[in-house]
């Protein structure tokens, strides 16, 4: 099945800076890949996705790229603030199996 | 106001014991799931759900046991309760199972076994 990793597992970046996660996956036939933002003792929410049909997605300070050759993708959060401080997870889901699988977290700290 | 309700919030059960994890969902959507968050394992799939149907079980152990009664219910009956099924639950859902379909998750339920 499919497996995804997820570098760093903390980041810690100061307010005003941009943070960057970044995954890979496996299986070349993935073509959904979401972000969902999990803060403590909440539900994960999905903040952003991208689609294999596309290599760069903008949603205000949050920006997707994905890379379909290299099996990568990553997240950006432009101009951090305090508030994105939280838990992000990457997924991958596609091809005959319709399961969504999660990397392991990254616990984003934006210090003032 | 959240559309997908999972009941209870907060579970603690004793070892051997059986407890059932109600999900309902108000999205109007056709797939549904079961996944587990702990520290070892974070969002772990366990169950996917299509018009009611099983699609999909990545949960060895047959303790863990899903229930559809309804086409927006999807409940998780765990029987023979052991302290390392203490995790949290989420129900999520998505409106078909595709692989490009918007996955929302529940609150959840946190389970702990003593």
Redesign the interface.
Known sequence: ?EQVEQLPSILRVQEGSSASINCSYEDSAS??F?W?KQEPG?????II?I?SNMERKQIQELIVLLDKKAKRFSLHITDTQPGDSAMY?C?A???S??????G??TLLTVTP | DPKIIQKPKYLVAVTGSEKILICEQYLGHN?MYWYRQSAKK????MF?YSYQKL??N?TASSRFQPQSSKKNHLDLQITALKPDDSATY?CASSQE????????????TRLTVL
């Open positions: 099945g073509n959904y979401p969902y909440e539900n994960p929410k999905l996705d689609r997870f997924a889901r596609g091809g199996n319709y399961k969504l699988t999660f392991k977290g | 797939a974070p969002l772990e799939f996917s699609m999909d990545q989420f199972l595709g692989a490009a379909e918007t996955l929302y998750f529940g609150s959840g």
